[in-house]
């Protein structure tokens, strides 16, 4: 009977190991994919800054350049707060 109790328990710590064993792989894979989003965020706000001089340049002279540009700066913002925001927790 002692046998079967033993078989049962190493039963049990087995699949208690394998649950384990997924979760953290699944957190390595979100952070991961969380890292990549942040390069991505990075990216893009590379991109704008870049648009953004272009557009300072245009606004003098160009109404709806000046509103798009008003919007983007807004994104950007946004995008800088939510960092500050990652950044803080």
Same mark, same amino acid.
């Given at each position: 009977?002692?046998?079967?109790?033993?078989?049962?328990?190493?039963?049990?710590?087995?699949?208690?190991?394998?649950?384990?064993?997924?979760?953290?792989?699944? =957190?390595?894979?979100?952070?991961?994919?969380?890292?990549?989003?942040?390069?991505?965020?990075?990216?893009?706000?590379?991109?704008? =800054?870049?648009?953004?001089?272009?557009? =300072?340049?245009?606004?003098?002279?160009? =109404?709806?350049?000046?509103?798009?540009?008003?919007?983007?700066?807004?994104?950007?913002?946004?995008?800088?707060?939510?960092?500050?925001?990652?950044?803080?927790?």
């Amino acid at each position: 009977m002692a046998h079967v109790a033993g078989l049962l328990a190493s039963a049990v710590v087995s699949a208690v190991g394998n649950k384990l064993g997924s979760a953290i792989g699944d =957190e390595v894979t979100m952070l991961c994919n969380f890292k990549d989003d942040l390069k991505d965020m990075k990216d893009t706000l590379q991109y704008m =800054e870049a648009a953004l001089k272009d557009a =300072e340049r245009r606004s003098v002279s160009e =109404e709806l350049v000046r509103l798009w540009l008003n919007q983007l700066k807004n994104a950007a913002y946004d995008i800088s707060y939510m960092l500050d925001e990652f950044q803080a927790n």
